[in-house]
């Protein structure tokens, strides 16, 4: 399975706090299945202020360290980028790594507040889309005001959002509310990718396998194929091609 979220670099934010959590959270991806994870720390002005440069620094360190380690987990790198009005500086300045391209326009992943949808951001998102930019949300299930009424998320998928399930959701990690809107989402199949959104080796591991499963007797294994493995592999392609010897 391929991880397109997740808090594995040391120091930068909220998910690990060293790097031997790192090197236990590598190897707990390992053993659950997964053997790419894109590094996605948050960019959250004033809060995480972590920038392309510094996310592909602390990358190819911890690269080496697993090397190291001989832990076979591909590692590459974007960002968790909360909504937020700097969002059009940090683009101008290169600050902002993406997930991948997908058909001409490059996929940024976008995280909401946990508690509302901040008004205005479907003006954000269009001008994003405008731009050739297209957001991924991040769990969605886990933002109350769309957990209360899951339907508010389609707009925003129309005007050309994607959208990632966090799989500790489907296992009820975050709640009969968070739970249930995974179900509606997986269900409708406005979903395209399931992550772990790992923070940590205890409360937050890395972990998909057990999602997968889930959404296997939910709504069939091709399904559950296409949200952890292949569609998941097709947007960050770029971030793993052969290096070219022409
Ligand atoms: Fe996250």
Same mark, same amino acid.
């Given at each position: 399975?391929?991880?397109?979220h997740c808090h594995l670099l040391p120091g930068i934010d909220d998910g690990s706090s060293s790097i031997e959590q790192s090197l236990q959270m590598a190897k707990l991806?390992?053993?659950?299945?997964?053997?790419?994870?894109?590094?996605?720390?948050?960019?959250? #002005?004033?809060?995480?202020?972590?920038?392309?440069?510094?996310?592909?620094?602390?990358?190819?360190? /911890?690269?080496?360290?697993?090397? $190291?380690?001989?832990?076979?987990?591909?590692?590459? /790198?974007?960002?968790?980028?909360?909504?937020?009005?700097?969002? /059009?500086?940090?683009?101008?300045?290169?600050?902002? #790594?993406?997930?991948?391209?997908?058909?001409?326009?490059?996929?940024?992943?976008?995280?909401?507040?946990?508690?509302?949808?901040?008004?205005?951001?479907?003006?954000?998102?269009?001008?994003?889309?405008?731009?050739?930019?297209?957001?991924?949300?991040?769990?969605?299930?886990?933002?109350?005001?769309?957990?209360?009424?899951?339907?508010?998320?389609?707009?925003?998928?129309?005007?050309?959002?994607l959208a990632q399930v966090t799989g500790a959701s489907l296992t009820g990690r975050f709640g009969e509310g968070s739970s249930a809107?995974?179900? /509606?989402?997986?269900?409708?199949?406005?979903?395209?990718?399931?992550?772990?959104? $790992?923070?940590?080796?205890?409360?937050?591991?890395?972990?998909?396998?057990?999602?997968?499963?889930?959404?296997?007797?939910?709504?069939?294994?091709?399904?559950?194929?296409?949200?952890?493995?292949? $569609? #998941?592999?097709?947007?960050?392609?770029?971030?793993?091609? $052969? #290096?070219?010897?022409?």
């Amino acid at each position: 399975m391929i991880d397109i979220h997740c808090h594995l670099l040391p120091g930068i934010d909220d998910g690990s706090s060293s790097i031997e959590q790192s090197l236990q959270m590598a190897k707990l991806a390992v053993a659950d299945g997964i053997t790419h994870a894109i590094l996605t720390p948050h960019i959250n #002005p004033g809060r995480w202020d972590n920038s392309t440069a510094l996310i592909a620094a602390a990358t190819e360190a /911890f690269r080496a360290a697993l090397g $190291a380690e001989n832990i076979a987990l591909q590692l590459g /790198f974007a960002a968790e980028v909360r909504i937020s009005d700097q969002i /059009f500086q940090q683009l101008d300045n290169g600050q902002i #790594p993406f997930l991948g391209e997908l058909d001409g326009y490059q996929v940024m992943l976008l995280e909401f507040p946990h508690s509302h949808i901040v008004p205005g951001t479907g003006k954000l998102v269009d001008w994003l889309i405008r731009h050739r930019i297209r957001p991924l949300i991040a769990h969605p299930e886990r933002n109350r005001e769309l957990m209360q009424s899951p339907e508010k998320l389609l707009p925003l998928i129309d005007q050309g959002c994607l959208a990632q399930v966090t799989g500790a959701s489907l296992t009820g990690r975050f709640g009969e509310g968070s739970s249930a809107a995974a179900e /509606f989402y997986i269900r409708k199949q406005v979903i395209s990718y399931v992550a772990s959104d $790992a923070h940590n080796t205890s409360t937050r591991p890395p972990a998909m396998a057990a999602a997968r499963q889930i959404i296997a007797s939910m709504v069939g294994a091709d399904i559950a194929t296409r949200l952890t493995v292949d $569609a #998941p592999r097709q947007l960050v392609a770029s971030q793993f091609a $052969a #290096p070219s010897h022409a």
